[in-house]
């Protein structure tokens, strides 16, 4: 990702904001509208975290759902090629020239 993510940023900054609120529930005070603009700010802040986050998760599980996907029909394809009267053959290997654009030839 471009962004680097603490991973506990999100937990701690809603943990922080919990705490804000405790001054204003026991009625000692009311917030003002600065106060529940710094509020949101943080409120926003944690999303984006949070998307990064989701979204690096969801990478990291579609890959791995790919090679398993893959190492399963990897695994089917051997088993299928190695199974006694299978019909299923290996190419045969050619050697085949490396073509350069150097001074001996012209790709």
């Known amino acids: 990702m471009a962004e680097q993510v603490k991973i506990l940023e999100v ?3 809603l943990k922080m904001l919990r705490a804000s609120f405790d001054f204003y529930v026991d009625g000692r005070a009311t ?8 509020m949101q700010e943080a409120c926003d802040s944690m999303y984006r975290i949070a998307r990064m986050l989701e979204n690096e998760l969801s990478v ?3 890959n791995e ?3 398993r996907d893959r190492d399963v029909e990897m695994a089917r394809i051997l088993d299928e ?7 299923v053959k290996l ?3 050619f050697h085949r020239p490396i073509l350069s654009d150097g001074p001996t030839g012209a790709a």
């Not at 917030?31 to 710094?38: C, G, I, N, R, S």
């Open 31 to 38: 917030p003002t509208l600065a106060e529940f603009q710094v």
């Open 11 to 13: 937990s701690d900054g």
């Open 60 to 62: 990291y599980r579609w």
């Open 65 to 67: 759902h790919a090679r």
């Open 91 to 93: 190419f045969p290997v």
């Open 81 to 87: 090629a190695t199974r006694p009267g299978s019909n």
